[in-house]
Nanobody, 125 residues
Framework: QVQLVESGGGLVQAGGSLRLSCATS???????????MAWFRQAPGKEREFLAA???????TSYADSVKGRFTISRDKENTVWLQMSTLKPVDTAVYFC????????????????WGRGTQVTVSS
């Protein structure tokens, strides 16, 4: 079993920053089960949107154009995945999800097998 738990969401003013974390447990990050970790978000009435992904070694990352240059994904040796978000905008308001998958690269939610419950990020104008 793989468990993912997000934290770090909250209310922030436009232009501000937040750092989300995703704690993983169960199978280790380095196994094929979690060969890739990613962050998605979902706003009310919208589809789940890919934001960023990182491979198990941390040597490769991928970003959606909408967040490139503002968001940074990283991981540590304790199997925690981070999403540093800066220059936040009201359109960034959404529930943010952490996901784990077997292959690094896909930008669709269906490619990821394990999901956290999400953490709410609200950006006020």
């Amino acid at each position: 079993q793989v468990q993912l738990v997000e934290s770090g969401g909250g209310l922030v003013q436009a232009g501000g920053s937040l750092r989300l974390s995703c704690a993983t447990s169960g199978r280790t990050f380095s196994t094929y089960v979690m060969a890739a970790m990613a962050w998605f978000r979902q706003a009310p009435g919208k589809e789940r949107e890919f934001l960023a992904a990182i491979n198990w070694s941390g040597t490769s990352t991928s970003y959606a154009d909408s967040v490139k240059g503002r968001f940074t994904i990283s991981r540590d040796k304790e199997n925690t995945v981070w999403l540093q978000m800066s220059t936040l905008k009201p359109v960034d308001t959404a529930v943010y999800f952490c996901a784990a998958g077997e292959v690094f690269g896909p930008r669709v939610a269906s490619a990821y097998n394990y999901w956290g419950r999400g953490t709410q990020v609200t950006v006020s104008s």
